[in-house]
Nanobody
């Protein structure tokens, strides 16, 4: 079992910045990849950014150059630095962890990000 707790959401103006944090606990050794997903009202959940254990990152095209995913192994925490925010970034952001060995996804409860125009 893996528990994920997000923090750092809130309200930001267009062009502003926010940093999301996700702290993992539990069977952390089983995690091979962590990431951030988001779901806007009336839309499907989409991948925003992922980072693997070796440190490889992947981003959805719409956030490339604006968002950066990183991790602190000592704190079992993954971050999403969001710069140059746009109103279309407004969504609930969910932290995700995935184990290749067990083929299991874990999700946090989500944190709301609202970008005002």
């Amino acid at each position: 079992q893996v528990q994920l707790v997000e923090s750092g959401g809130g309200l930001a103006p267009a062009g502003g910045s926010l940093r999301l944090s996700c702290q993992a606990s539990g069977t952390i050794s089983s995690i091979n990849r962590m990431g951030w997903y988001r779901q806007a009202p009336g839309k499907q959940r989409e991948m925003v950014a992922t980072i693997t254990s070796p440190g490889s990152t992947n981003y959805v095209d719409s956030v490339k150059g604006r968002f950066t995913i990183s991790r602190d192994g000592a704190k079992n925490t993954v971050y999403l630095q969001m710069n140059s925010l746009k109103p279309e970034d407004t969504a609930v952001y969910y932290c995700n962890s995935y184990s290749y060995l067990y083929g299991v996804d874990y999700w946090g409860k989500g944190t709301l990000v609202t970008v005002s125009s």
